[in-house]
């Protein structure tokens, strides 16, 4: 069955760092493209950064090149740091297969329990 298990988020400042992880079981990240989900209250959750089996990536351009995703595949882990957070960066954070930024997973099941930023202004 596949799981994902993310952490690091966290209450922060803003300006502030913060760096995400997601462990994968069931799924082997480096054999698909993987991503970073993100869903404030009221809305869906929506694809803002993926890292793709040949390493490349793409971001939203809400990100304004604040955020970085990368790859372990030793331990099937994809990790977000994130840089010069703002408070509209609070949300929870989730990981999963994503292609499409902007993208909303609805396709995906098997959704972690996410993990919680708050940027406090």
């Known amino acids: 069955q596949v799981q994902f298990v993310e952490s690091g988020g966290g209450v922060v400042q803003a300006g502030g760092s913060l760096r995400l992880s997601c462990v994968g079981s069931g799924i082997t990240f480096s054999t698909t493209a993987i991503g970073w989900y993100r869903q404030v209250p009221g809305k869906q959750r929506e694809l803002i950064a993926r890292?793709?089996?040949?390493?490349?990536?793409k971001y939203a351009d809400s990100l304004e090149g604040r955020f970085t995703i990368s790859r372990d595949n030793a331990k099937n882990t994809v990790f977000l740091q994130m840089h010069n957070l703002k408070p509209e960066d609070t949300a929870v954070y989730y990981c999963?297969?994503?292609?499409?930024?902007?993208?909303?997973?609805?396709?995906?099941?098997?959704w972690g329990q996410g993990t919680q930023v708050t940027v406090s202004s």
């Open positions: 999963n297969i994503g292609w499409a930024i902007g993208s909303f997973g609805s396709a995906y099941s098997n």
């Open positions: 890292i793709r089996r040949d390493d490349d990536t």
